[in-house]
């Protein structure tokens, strides 16, 4: 029952490409976050969003963009890719139950590598 | 510094066993997730708690606010319970103020 989904699930790309990864919900949940994994660290905010054109930076924004132009999409952008963006990036819906923090699902991750 | 940290980082159990994971934060939180992630898979969501203890199937959830401490327990331990679990804590209220612990990674022997 994936309500979340993403896109592409795996892609190897070279140094100062820009790449685009996509996130797509059908649970019409308005917070969406993406995430990065890497080893030795806990998943680590990039940008997340509270609503249609409305993100926010996280933790490690620094060389990504974001962009949510409808509620079900939630894009995550390398302008230019560098080695140190090779990860596994998870994107993520939360819900809100009466103004407080809900639940969280998770979409399977990108596996992105840059060489 | 490690708002979130979880014990033990890494733990071998036989087929069976109870199992307790244990999770320490530094910040006034106003939830805490538990999550699990199996190897080369997706992530999870096992819990959401703010107080008290929840019970799923074989999977205890605990929280003591006051402590700032959190603790998942597995009883009669089966090896598909093997993954890495991850302790999450929410503070500010904001859902974008996340700070996740790095993970305990379970191993169950048959």
């Known amino acids: 029952d994936a309500g979340i989904t993403q896109s592409p699930r795996h892609k190897v790309t070279e140094t100062g490409t820009p790449v685009t990864l996509r996130c797509h919900q059908t649970e019409n949940h308005r917070y969406m976050y993406w995430y990065r994994q890497d080893p030795g660290h806990g998943l680590r905010l990039i940008h997340y969003s509270y609503g249609v054109k409305d993100t926010d930076k996280g933790e490690v924004s620094d060389g990504y963009s974001v962009s949510r132009s409808k509620t079900e999409d939630f894009l995550l952008t390398l302008e230019s890719a560098t080695s140190s963006q090779t990860s596994v990036y998870f994107c993520a819906m939360g819900t809100r139950n009466r103004g407080r923090t809900g639940e969280l699902f998770f979409g399977e991750g990108s596996r992105l590598t840059v060489l | ?110």
């Open chain 2, 1 to 110: 510094k490690n708002e979130v940290e979880q014990s033990p980082q890494n733990l071998t159990a036989q087929e069976g066993e109870f199992i307790t994971i244990n999770c320490s934060y530094s910040v006034g939180i106003s939830a805490l997730h538990w999550l699990q992630q199996h190897p080369g898979g997706g992530i999870v969501s096992l819990f959401m708690l703010s107080s008290g203890k929840k019970k799923h199937g074989r999977l205890i959830a605990t929280i003591n606010i006051q402590e700032k401490h959190s603790s998942l327990h597995i009883t009669a331990s089966h090896p598909r319970d093997s993954a890495v679990y991850i302790c999450a804590v929410v503070y500010g209220g904001s859902q974008g103020n996340l700070i996740f612990g790095k993970g305990t990674k379970l191993s169950v022997k048959p």
